[in-house]
């Protein structure tokens, strides 16, 4: 696997987008590249700061779950991100999804992409990466996780995938973070200006959830219904027996009865 390279990275990043980017910061080793820009965040750090890292040693997904992170294998990356107004961020890790996916498909990967809410990327049922979102006020820092070359002893889970047993090629870390970044420089200012709504339709379209019967486990309650996709705030929506249509803004969701890592 390539190390990375900021001049690689840069080069995949189209012109327009590029005026997005601030700083591109690369480490060999970190905590989280998440917690290393929300602890920066306390200074004067300007939107478009993105960090990269060879090698995490405490990544975290939602809900602070460890996130795998072995070194040279996969994607972590993070993106500073300041909005005018925290009325904007409701949606945003669905609309990031959606950037993540507009990535993958300029990368060639045209077939087999899923969206499971709120914040998983999958690849024919199996989960190929992640997103999590850290608010403080209206600075946002979006985090990408993407398994890339996963030990084979990883591989044996069915519940994950990585790029190279997708494409049967040794992947292009720069290229495809260059990709990514270009993608979120790009819609995030779109979003700022028209929220979730400018995403929805492309979310729908890849969203694994849908007529599914599921079930969300939160910490007040678990539920069991068919999936109706979500509303205009991001939010869930999930049919029960009587038919009674219910929004979740957050919990566990399994297809079927049992819940599974998120």
Not at 92 to 101: C, F, G, N, R, Y
Not at 225 to 252: C, H, K, P, T, Y
Request: include cysteine; glycine fraction near 8%; charge should be neutral.
């Amino acid at each position: 696997m390539e190390q990375l390279d900021a001049i690689k990275v840069i080069a995949a990043i189209r012109p327009e987008s590029r005026r997005q980017l601030s700083r591109l910061e690369i480490l060999p080793v970190v905590d989280s590249t998440n917690t290393y820009l929300l602890q920066k965040m306390r200074t004067n750090m300007t939107s478009g700061w993105v960090c990269l890292a060879e090698q995490q040693t405490q990544g975290r997904g939602r809900q602070g779950k460890t996130w795998y992170s072995p070194v040279g294998s996969n994607i972590y990356s993070s993106l500073l991100w300041r909005f005018q107004s925290i009325q904007n961020l409701p949606g945003l890790s669905l609309a990031v999804a959606v950037m993540v996916v507009d990535a993958l498909q300029a990368y060639g990967i045209s077939e087999g992409i899923q969206l499971k809410w709120p914040n998983d990327i999958w690849f024919a049922g199996r989960k190929l990466g992640g997103v999590l979102i850290e608010n403080v006020n209206a600075a946002t820092v979006i985090g990408i996780g993407m398994n890339l070359q996963l030990p084979r002893d990883v591989l044996f889970s069915p519940s994950w995938i990585d790029i190279e047993e997708m494409t049967a090629a040794t992947p292009r870390r720069n290229y495809l973070i260059g990709l990514l970044l270009d993608s979120l420089l790009m819609q995030l200012p779109v979003f700022a200006v028209k929220g979730l709504a400018a995403f929805l339709p492309r979310w729908r379209r890849f969203d694994v959830l849908y007529k599914q019967r599921i079930t969300v486990r939160s910490t007040q309650q678990e539920m069991h219904g068919v999936a109706q996709g979500v509303n205009d705030m991001g939010e869930l929506l999930l049919s029960d027996s009587s038919e009674v249509i219910r929004a979740f803004g957050v919990g566990e969701v399994s297809i079927g009865m049992g819940i599974e890592g998120s």
